[in-house]
């Protein structure tokens, strides 16, 4: 079945930087959407960012946005997101998730989705 698998999260300083990558295998990865959520204790999960089926439009939560980007390579079936200036209420479970052919912003709108990687951003 389909995988996707995050990597790169864990303890970061405040005003810091990490990179996630997620690694999908058993679709065909160029006809899928791919979105960034994020889930903090006792949150809803909540939308990061998109990015389209060719890597050519990037959307993004408010307030994500001029510190992170998302970006892909299709030939590697692999999606980034770069995170800078990171700030405690960055902490959270990040999960990334595929969609057929459409950039979605809420979580129902996804087909697939990885089990997540923890960043916690220490002040």
């Known amino acids: 079945q389909v995988q996707l698998v995050e990597s790169g999260g864990g303890l970061v300083q405040a005003g810091g930087s990490a990179r996630l990558s997620c690694a999908a295998s058993?679709?065909?990865?160029?006809?899928?959407?791919m979105g960034w959520f994020r889930q903090a204790p006792g949150k809803e999960r909540e939308f990061v960012g998109a990015?389209?089926?060719?890597?050519?439009?990037?959307y993004y939560a408010d307030s994500v946005k001029g510190r992170f980007t998302i970006s892909r390579d299709n030939a590697k079936n692999t999606v980034y997101l770069q995170m800078n200036s990171l700030k405690p209420e960055d902490t959270a479970v990040y999960s990334c998730?595929?969609?057929?052919?459409?950039?979605?912003?809420?979580?129902?709108?996804?087909?697939?989705w990885g089990q997540g990687t923890q960043v916690t951003v220490s002040s």
């Open positions: 058993r679709l065909t990865f160029s006809s899928y959407a």
């Open positions: 990015i389209n089926r060719i890597g050519a439009n990037t």
């Open positions: 998730a595929a969609r057929l052919w459409l950039v979605g912003t809420k979580p129902n709108e996804y087909d697939y």
